[in-house]
């Protein structure tokens, strides 16, 4: 079964810095990959995702994730993040044939201090 | 405005009583979806409606039912509510079952007690 990892449950950042945040998974195929964004109180929202092709993508608001097959990884990445980017980070898998059946990791919280 | 609307928000029950998730959508999505979120495992699938009357398990589905009697509302049911079922539920929906953007509403914060 697949499975995915956010390796850390809270990440703090200083505003203006440099993100990473880590995702792993385990998929004997090709999955589809993706990173979604909860504000508080709010639903999950869609930041980007990957289906094939180049392994770096692009998504809102200056995220960009690359998708390493060798690494089984899906790191998500911004260059200079802002306050409002404080959120909880989902990273999710699903199996080719069957598109949005999504497995979550547990989640990053992260928190952008001023 | 495209939207998925969870009623209620935030709803307390005792155990043993019947909880009723509303899900509504507006976007004529044929593909609707319930997730339940708890600290530390993330969001996992409890069913998934690829139309009306045409639902199907996801991976926790014990405990729980779901009705689909129109293409824009789907609801989750539990009968004789559970403490281990205090969580929140997601509604999503999706155009179809394929390459397309999944929505989710806000969330249902439900407690039994």
């Known amino acids: 079964a697949q499975s995915v990892t956010q390796p850390d449950a809270r990440v703090t950042v200083s505003e203006g810095a440099s993100l990473q945040l880590r995702c792993k998974y385990s998929?004997?195929?090709?999955?589809?990959l993706f990173w979604y964004v909860q504000y508080p109180r709010q639903g999950l929202q869609l930041l980007l995702k990957?289906?094939?092709?180049?392994?770096v993508v692009q998504g809102v608001n200056g995220f960009e994730a690359e998708f390493s097959k060798s690494n089984s990884s899906f790191h998500l990445r911004k260059a200079s993040v802002h306050w409002s980017d404080s959120a909880v980070y989902f990273c999710?898998?699903?199996?080719?044939?069957?598109?949005?059946?999504?497995?979550f990791g547990a989640g990053t919280r992260l928190a952008v201090c001023p | 405005d495209m939207k998925v609307t969870q009623m209620p928000r935030y709803l307390i029950k005792r155990m043993g009583e019947n909880v009723l998730l509303e899900c509504g959508q507006d976007?004529?999505?044929?593909?609707m979806y319930w997730y339940r979120q708890d600290p530390g495992l993330g969001l996992q699938l409890i069913y998934i409606?690829?139309?009306?009357?045409?639902?199907s398990e996801g991976d926790i589905p014990k405990g729980y039912r779901v009705s689909r009697k129109k293409r824009e509302h789907f609801s989750l049911i539990l009968d004789s509510a559970k403490t281990n079922q205090t969580s929140v539920y997601f509604c999503?929906?999706?155009?179809?079952?394929?390459?397309?953007?999944?929505?989710f509403g806000k969330g249902t914060r439900l407690t039994v007690v």
């Open positions: 999503a929906s999706s155009l179809y079952e394929g390459r397309t953007e999944v929505f």
């Open positions: 409606s690829y139309d009306v009357d045409s639902n």
């Open positions: 976007m004529s999505h044929e593909t």
């Open positions: 990957y289906y094939s092709g180049d392994p």
């Open positions: 999710a898998l699903s199996e080719s044939g069957s598109f949005n059946k999504l497995t």
């Open positions: 998929y004997s195929g090709t999955p589809y």
